[in-house]
């Protein structure tokens, strides 16, 4: 049965008003999330207090809702669990690789890839001392960078800033003939556009749950480890819910079962209250159907900027298949008229140095928005109303 | 003016016939704490999405509440930061410490320490390299064994299981006497008994936040850096909002201001709702009057338990100057008793192998709740009531 946009759409809390292009972000919230975060404190915690980590199934929650996370990426029950952030998990991944291909002191990621992620790779080879390399190209040189000294690619899958997609059934097949292992970083990909891990012989996946997947502000992010590895791959943030059996207090480390290991502290129940009620919209979505119609919209809304805001210059591939779920235009001004366009009621957001980027997601954002964010864009560029000091005052957080 | 222990106590949601002792395993809920989350929900996630980073003040949030927790350690304005687990904390803090010591490769820890403190430490020397070693020791052999192989010390200062205190001030100096630095995990110490971090000269110091600060399960961690180590130390775990200048989106990690390096990824907002709330219990409140009042109490209970229970082991020594907020006993059917006696609503817990533990917290426990709780292991001792297969039973979170 094809997915109902129209019956999605109604799930989401949108504010009055608003057309809201930056769920590649920061996802709106589910309408029944409130309710069931009222439920994890008022029922589970205040009544249940510490029994409501068996009671309440808290603890098992990391990897349950993995799980339902899994089958939006490809991968397989029980090879997916929820912690930490997406840096932290982006630090194990590499440690656990790097460990697991020892001869090979080169970590390979692209200048598309999002920073944090390359500053993790840095701290990492600082803490493992001189001999490991960080090495960045070019996102178009990454396939011809894999030589026989790469330990280990880390790839963000779609570009934060150009929504440029990486091939990952190549890149992963061209790692393994080198001997590198690979590690993708989801964080635009999961809920936005169908990964087949399992299909690609990926080796680690990393992602978050704040952005497509809506679980709230500081949502937590998630690690997949290819079943083959599950055993092998050993965590350098070796915590005690990743111990084999934590409530044995024993004085030394030994690595959980398959991906439990991958746990490091206790985890952030009440964050995954809210991803719970979010996952529920996702039950019975196609990611196929999700991507083509994302595609769909965000072809009406380069089209129609291309022709009624042609000074805005097309920062993302026009091919299907170069794409995820967002579209992206630089401009000299980008931050000033993204701030103008925010004023009117559409909300997308601006990546330094010169980057406007809109996300269309298709549970929420219909044909209609599209139309009326490419009305108001429009407009400001035509009456260059984004030339105010208002507008172009820095914020904290852009 | 004095705390009013009873007007704190109606501050509290506590289940109905519950007596609960366990709030140094995970704190019960302030009665504001469900209307707070569901301004950051409702109000700010779902109304302002992506702009909460800014009006709400999220992205401010894990240093203006840093800063109130520090007020109860004796930190500086400035000096704690929030976000992640205890245990992410303790490996920043650690990488740090070492990186900062570079001519010892010993890390100086006791058998009482939380396993996971010492799990991340055998995981951070693993990632260095063969060189670095963590030594453990038990805890009344901590002094004599800080000599001048030790680069740091990573001590909790109130045993997790018997509820031993170290002398902060003494290990401390001895650290500095033969130059290795200090980190102090004051997971049951921050909102337990006065902390003293500035008068102490600690280095670092780690702690969590769903203890004796009542946030909720899965609640951040804090790190407290001293501000003559600030611009110097360099964590490990370098995440792009541990950058300079997160929204520069640069290639390169350059650490922020100050504890600012010590953020890692997105900190969990809607946690930090449930935080903030709880916060509020706790302006005003004296932290020496706290101790005093939960040592009147555990002194209290340990008397009746001599007494009535004498087959209960106390574990726990008797000089409050060696106490923190809770109070141990051995018994090797340890397990058992804990269980009946929580079928009869009084919540403590087991740590293996033979520990059971009781939270005197004064914010929410009386001396009424003392004396039933102790009518009621009492009888179960008497009775033997704890003898039956049900409450053999192993569950998955002891």
């Known amino acids: 049965m094809p997915t109902d946009f129209a019956a999605t759409k109604s799930l989401f809390h949108l504010p009055e008003g608003v057309i809201y292009l930056d769920g590649n972000s920061l996802g709106p919230m589910v309408k029944t999330a409130p309710a069931r975060m009222a439920r994890a404190m008022e029922g589970e915690w205040a009544e249940l207090l510490i029994r409501g980590w068996n009671k309440a199934g808290w603890m098992a929650q990391p990897a349950v809702l993995g799980d339902r996370i899994g089958r939006l990426i490809g991968a397989a ?10 840096s932290i998990k982006v630090y194990q991944a590499l440690a656990s ?6 001869k090979r002191k080169v970590i390979l990621s692209d200048t598309g890839n999002f920073p944090s992620d390359l500053y993790m790779a840095e701290g990492l080879c600082r803490t493992l001392g001189g001999q490991y390399r960080l090495k960045t190209v070019a996102p178009e040189e990454v396939m011809s960078a894999i030589d026989d000294t790469v330990a280990v690619t880390l790839i963000t899958e779609v570009d934060y800033r150009t929504g440029r997609r990486h091939h990952m059934g190549d890149i992963t097949k061209r790692a393994h003939e080198m001997g590198a292992l690979t590690i993708w970083d989801l964080a635009h990909s999961a809920g936005a556009l169908p990964v087949d891990l399992t299909g690609t012989k990926a080796d680690f996946a990393v992602g978050c749950t704040y952005k497509y997947l809506n679980s709230g502000p500081g949502g937590p992010a998630f690690i997949y480890v290819a079943p083959r590895h599950a ?13 084999e059996a934590p409530f044995a207090f024993d004085l030394a480390y030994r690595p959980g079962r398959g991906i439990e290991r991958m746990r490091v502290g206790t985890p952030p ?5 809210a991803l719970e009620a979010a996952l529920d919209v996702w039950d019975g979505v196609d990611m196929t159907e999700v991507h083509l119609q994302s595609l769909r919209l965000q072809d009406q809304f380069i089209k129609a900027i291309g022709t009624r805001a042609p000074m805005l210059q097309l920062a993302t591939p026009r091919s299907h ?10 401009h000299p001004e980008g931050y000033a008229i993204m701030q103008a366009l925010i004023a009117e009621g559409v909300i997308g957001d601006f990546r330094a140095p010169d980057i406007l980027r809109f996300g269309f997601t298709p549970l929420y954002i219909d044909d209609d928005d599209v139309a009326q964010a490419v009305n108001r864009l429009a407009k400001i560029m035509d009456y260059g109303s984004w030339d105010k000091p208002e507008f172009k005052q820095r914020a904290l957080v852009t």
């Open 77 to 86: 029950p029980g090879t997916v669990v929820l912690g930490d952030t997406l």
């Open 231 to 243: 055993e092998t791959a050993r965590p350098a943030l070796s915590g005690w819910l990743g111990h």
């Open 269 to 273: 129940v009440l964050q995954m209250a």
């Open 321 to 330: 298949l170069m794409r995820g779920s967002q579209v992206s235009f630089r």
């Open 97 to 102: 690789a790097l460990e697991m291909n020892p």
